[in-house]
Every structure is written in C-alpha cells, then in structure tokens.
C-alpha cells in the first residue's frame, strides 16, 4: 500500500490516504471521511508520515474518467489559499460541484463557436485597440485595460480578442459582475459567434452545473461566461481571461471565502501564463494606477460608437426646492419627463434603493423600527405588504400599530425607495407605461429578457429602477435619466464610497442617448459642490481620479498600502469583546504596521452575531498574508466566536 496526499473540499486540509498504487498529484479520487463519501483530489503536499496508520483509510476509488487537475490549477488553488489564509480545502470546495464524481445520462452538449466572421465595421479607434490587442493573445501573461466611454465598443473590441483565443484553440473565460448583465451581452455573443456561451451562476440548476463543469474540464465548452465563481473553473485549456466591469464591487466575495475576483484573475492569467483583458467605462482607481505605473498596458475609446453623442447632464440641486413642492421627484425632473412622454421617447428614474421607503417611523414615541438580529432598520416593502431586513432577510407584516408604545396609526415611512417613486410617478403620468426594476421584481435572467424585449417593442415608457439598470445594456430610444439621488452613497464611510458613487452615476448617465437621438440627464441633489457631483457635471473624469489618488496616498491607503480586517463575531457580547481584545494585545510589534482597534463594527450586529474590528494597515510591499498567519496561528479563539480575515477589504461593515 502507498500513503498519499489527499485534498478534500471542506474546511480541513490535506489528509493521508492509502492507495494500491502510486497516484500523481491531481488526479480524483472517491474517499470516505466520517459518514460520508467525497470526490477529492490528489495534492503535491509531502505526506504526514506521523500520522497513525492504524487510522488511515483507503481511497475507495480512483476516478480515472475526470482528467486530472492540471499543475496549474492546483497552483492557483495553493495561491489563493495562502493569500487569503483560508483552507486550500475550502477553495478546492469552490472548484468542485458537489455532485462532481457524477455523470448525466443525457449531458448538455455545447456547440462550437462559428469562427468565420462576416463583415464587421469598427471605429477608428476600435480597429487601432483591437489592432493593440491581437498580438498579445498568442504571447505571455499581460493585462490590458480597456478604457472606454459608455456606448463606445469595448465588448466588440474584447470579441475579436475572443475570436483570436479561440482560432488558437484555446478555451476563454469571460467574467461578469451580475448575472442580469448576461441576457444582452448573450445576444451579441451568439450574433456575432452563431452559437451560445456556456455560463455559470449561481440560478443553475445542479445538473446544468455539474454538466457545464465537465465540459469545461474536457475543453468541449469552448467559451464560458460567468459571475465570480468561474474563475475557479479547471479549464483544460485556458487562453484568455476577460473581465468585464473591472471596477464594480460585487467581484469582490463577502462570505466564504473573501476574495477579489478581479485581482485573482490577473494571479491566474499569470500562473496559466496568458493575457487577461479588463474592460471598464469607469476604472477601479487601483486598475488606473497599474496602468500609470507600467504594470498594465492600456487602450483608450473616446467616443461612442456609430456617432453616438455623450448626454448632456444637468444638475437640480433640491436646496431650492419649493416648500409647497411635494413629492421626491421636483419639477424640473417632471417637466423633462413629461417632454420625453411627449416626444415619443423612453426615461429611467434611477435610485439605488429597494422597496418603498428605507425606515418606518412612530411619530408618538420615536421609535425607529429595526431588525431583531441586526444593527438596521427594517425596509418597508409594501407591495409584498412586509418589513425587511437587507442583511438577513427577517420579516415581519406591515401594521399601523407601533410595537414599542403600541399606538395606532402613528408609523410613518421615512425616505423614498424605488417603490416610493413608481407610486409617485404613476400618479404624475397615469397613462405612461411604467416598470420598476429591482432584485425583488428581476429574480431571474429569464424576466430581465422580456424586460429587454419589451424596452425594445417600446411597450415600456418609463423605466424605474436600482443599480441592476446602470450598467451593460443598450436601450436605443432611452434619451432621458433622472437621478432622483444623486447624494446616495457619498457618506458610505469608506474610503472606496466617493469612487463608488461617481462610477455607479457615471455609469446609469452612461444609458442615455445611445443611439443617434440626444440624451439628457438629471442629477437631483442637495449637495452640488460635491467634488463627485462636479466631476460628473464637468465630464472631468481625470481631474476626480487625481483629486481621490491624491487622498489616498497621502494617507498611504490603498493602492499605496495595504489593509487587512478581522471580523470577530460571536453571540455573546462580551465573549466576543475580551477575544477581539485579546488579539489586539497579542498583535505583533513590526515597524510601519499599525493595528487598530478592537472597535465595534458599523454594522454591530448581524445575524444575531456581535461584531467588533481590528483594522491592520501597512506599507504596499508588506507581506501581510504570513504576518497574520504567523499572529493568528498561536491563537485559538473560543468554540463561540468566530475570526474571520479579510485582505484588501472593500466594505467596512
């Protein structure tokens, strides 16, 4: 019998196995572990020889018919692992279907892209970036940003680098940061390569998955789009990586495993060795000073395609809003959209913030009426007639009656969510054709289609939506945008919150006046000499990006040093608290790091769980990840409370 070195897709590490013969590294394996059964994997680890024969089991199989995880993958699985200090089990779980040892009886089979291209008429400048571009396909890991205006081509740039890959006979991997974004990039896909692109999220069903997983790792799906997760994908034969919307937030993952999508897919292009393209009307003020400082190649669309102009924007600042005036949409707004119903032409109210009114209020006794588990308010959502909680989903049914002094008809909703506006803005027009759009209304990419549909049927007028409409689709006859809050999210309390706002206004301004009619937009707001609401006015873009740099470096924050965040977290308060206090006193002594807190979070509470923060900041070349694994592994915290590390954090809650 030979000891072996297993890895399995849980929270432990590697394990010794028996084997009746020698096994590379890579190749699957089924094995027991407790009562159960796992598809694992053989991994290059030196074996445990202390550990007791007596208790070790042997591989109930090898999977001979699962080619074997390539060196590579494995590399990146290790990579990811160290730099996150998380289990490398837990990020070969994020690899592998749970089903994966299966095989359907009926498979879903991919059909091959079509690589003979029609005519295709690009711009000047999109014929120089593609041109910039193509060689790099075929040659060594580099990364290219695509920077380009909204409206301006960078999806049919980065297709010709896909048509490249693929006449390669190379597989390509496309990231998208919602999987709402699919349904109109999926119809230029198969329009200009014939066929469809496997996708992966996570809406799909067990079988699609474990069927798509397959075909990924035998190279039969040649092109794959899909939500973060992709990225961990065992590609048989990866050339490319794309990620599109390079700047947006949500690629980086908050739960399991805490990882950057965006910055793990420049680690794998460089261990697989290939080029990765990323792609952003609004860059990530990390990506821009890479290009500035020569680590990544560039490409530059300054205008829209097909002659298309930029909106004009316009700022309503609602200081000088009259008294008398109700409602949250002013006067100017309504004008602007009462002249777009009358010419014909669709409008997006735009306002970042589900249900219908973010707060409910007792005007008898003061009470604001929150979650029981967490440290928020309740939402009200009153078509559903409920009160949510965003953070863990707890509800309770709307009532008139305070349950705190138990007064009736004394709860008020306080602020507008997009609900709020649709009442609104269906009593000012009630003969317009209105849709709201939000994660509540969208569940699936099925509905957002016929969304899409019915746009271009100009079967909707208005459209009244959240963050899901800002980015990635192309509504030709939609010339007007009104930003009912433009002020929304500017005191996010994070360094990340200013550049957040202006790429998110930046990018919904983006959906007006797409086609050859003119677009306007209308930013309400109460703060006008904001430098985000100016830079939006102005269109000055590299004047915000050198005012927000200028911040950061001087106070050494990311992209010029480096953060690490512990979350403690436990059910009881003062448990937690004497932990997170304990570990605070146990920090390491090194020049230039600096280790602050225990602080409790902003978001106190969550899921019932209390949570405090220690913040660790430290110059860019630090190697933060062993520091606090050299800290962290002389501390075990009590069965109760929870640690979690979080490198380069994005959010502060």
């Known amino acids: 019998m030979q000891k072996i070195s297993v890895l399995l897709p849980n929270l432990f590490s590697v394990c010794t196995y028996f084997a009746d013969k020698p096994l590379d590294a890579g190749t699957f394996v089924l094995v027991s572990f407790g009562r159960t059964k796992h598809c694992a994997v053989v991994w290059d680890t030196p074996v445990d020889e202390s550990f007791p024969e007596e208790k070790i089991k042997p591989i109930l199989q090898v999977l001979d018919d699962i080619s074997p995880l390539s060196k590579k993958m494995r590399a990146f699985i290790d990579w990811v692992a160290q730099y996150t200090l998380s289990p490398a089990g837990m990020i070969l779980k994020m690899v592998l279907p749970t089903d994966v040892c299966e095989k359907s009886k009926k498979p879903i089979t991919f059909e091959q892209p079509n690589l003979n ?42 297709f010709e680098a896909i048509h490249k890959a693929l006449q390669s006979n190379k597989q390509v991997l496309v990231l998208l940061p919602e999987i709402t974004l699919t349904t109109a990039w999926l119809t230029r896909f198969k329009k200009h390569f014939g066929v469809a692109p496997a996708l992966w999220h996570s809406a799909m069903t067990p079988k699609q ?13 040649r092109v794959l789009v899909g939500a973060r997760s992709a990225l961990f994908l065992p590609f048989a034969n990866l050339g490319l990586i794309v990620v599109d919307e390079e700047h947006d937030a949500s690629y980086k993952q908050e739960d399991g495993v805490l990882y950057q999508a965006r910055d793990m897919a420049v680690v794998r292009g460089q261990i697989e060795k290939i080029p990765v393209l990323l792609a952003s009307a609004t860059p990530s003020i990390e990506t821009f000073c890479n290009v500035e400082n020569g680590r990544y190649d560039k490409v530059v669309l300054t205008k829209r395609f097909a002659g298309a102009c930029l909106p004009d924007i316009e700022l309503v600042d609602m200081r000088t809003k009259n008294k008398d005036e109700k409602g949250f949409i002013s006067s100017a707004l309504k004008e602007a959209l009462a002249d777009n119903l009358k010419a014909g032409n669709q409008s997006l109210l735009f306002l970042n913030r589900r249900g219908y009114a973010p707060m409910r ?42 349950p705190v002094c138990g007064e009736k008809d004394s709860l008020i909703s306080c602020g507008p969510g997009v609900e709020r506006i649709f009442e609104e803005a269906t009593t000012l027009f009630p003969n317009a054709r209105i849709q709201m759009v939000t994660s509540d209304t969208m569940t699936s990419p099925k509905a957002f289609e016929e969304l899409c549909e019915s746009l271009e049927k100009h079967a909707v007028d208005i459209l009244i939506g959240t963050q899901m409409l800002a980015k990635g689709h192309h509504f030709p006859d939609l010339t007007l945008v009104g930003v009912v ?18 790429q998110l206004l930046q990018q919904v301004s983006g959906r007006a006046g797409r086609s050859d009619k003119k677009g306007r937009v209308l930013l309400q707001t109460y703060s006008p000499q904001n430098n985000v609401i100016q830079a939006l006015l102005t269109g000055d873009r590299p004047l915000f990006m050198q005012s927000e740099i200028a911040a950061r470096q001087m106070l050494s924050m990311p992209p010029f ?71 962290l592994d002389k501390f075990t915290p009590p069965s109760a409370v929870t640690v979690r590390v979080d490198i380069d954090p994005y959010t502060f809650l």
Do not use: M
């Open 209 to 221: 998955r474990r069927d798509t997983w397959h075909a990924v790792q035998n190279g039969s799906a």
């Open 117 to 158: 291209k029609s005519d295709i008429h690009f711009s000047d400048e999109q014929q120089k970036a593609i041109d910039h571009i193509l060689p790099k396909i075929e040659q060594n890991f580099s990364v290219t940003l695509i920077d380009g205006i909204t409206g301006s081509g960078k999806t049919a740039v980065y």
């Open 485 to 502: 809050d433009a002020d929304f999210g500017l005191a996010g309390g994070d360094l990340r919150a200013s550049e957040r706002t202006f």
């Open 361 to 402: 209020l007792c005007r008898a006794c003061g009470e604001k009426i929150k979650c029981p588990h967490c440290s928020v308010f309740l939402t009200e959502h009153r078509a559903s007639n409920k009160l949510i909680c965003h953070q863990c989903g707890y509800t309770r049914t709307l009532t008139n009656v305070c």
């Open 561 to 631: 040093g480096r953060l690490a965040a512990l979350i403690i977290s436990g059910k009881n308060e003062l448990l937690t608290l004497k932990t997170a206090k304990h570990l605070a006193r146990h920090a390491p002594v090194i020049q230039g790091i600096e280790f602050l807190g225990p602080v409790q979070a902003p978001l106190f509470q969550l899921r019932g769980k209390y949570r405090y923060r220690i913040l660790i900041k430290s110059p860019k070349q630090t190697p933060l990840s062993n520091i606090l694994k050299t800290w």
